[in-house]
């Protein structure tokens, strides 16, 4: 199966920045649907973005502020987060994702975990 590798998170001031990568093992097609997915300490995994051949999605709590977008050529998926909010503190996951936003494999990679703090 794809293994999926997550990087760049890391600490940041309230309205920074930054910017995840998804890196896959294998080609990730522009059919096939990618997602991130976010875990906060005490909460459920929730579905943040994920984007597809037919564009991408939004969880209503990060529109506006995050983009998220692929380079085939690189096998790569990347989250960028701008106008970051303490409540976007969690471990950040990817995964392929299904038509109805639940993640297409049982397992979870090590993610990466974004901490916004002043």
């Known amino acids: 199966q794809v293994q999926f590798v997550e990087s760049g998170g890391g600490l940041v001031q309230p309205g920074g920045s930054l910017r995840l990568s998804c890196a896959a093992s294998?080609?990730?097609?522009?059919?096939?649907?990618i997602g991130w997915y976010r875990q906060a300490p005490g909460k459920q995994r929730e579905l943040v973005a994920f984007?597809?051949?037919?564009?991408?999605n939004y969880a209503d709590s990060v529109k506006g502020r995050f983009t998220i977008s692929r380079d085939n050529a690189k096998n790569t998926v990347y989250l960028q987060m701008n106008s970051l909010k303490p409540e976007d503190t969690a471990v950040y996951y990817c995964n392929a994702a299904l038509e109805n936003g639940a993640p297409a494999f049982g397992s979870w990679g090590q993610g990466t975990q974004v901490t916004v703090s002043s």
């Open positions: 294998a080609t990730i097609f522009s059919r096939v649907r």
């Open positions: 984007i597809s051949g037919a564009g991408a």
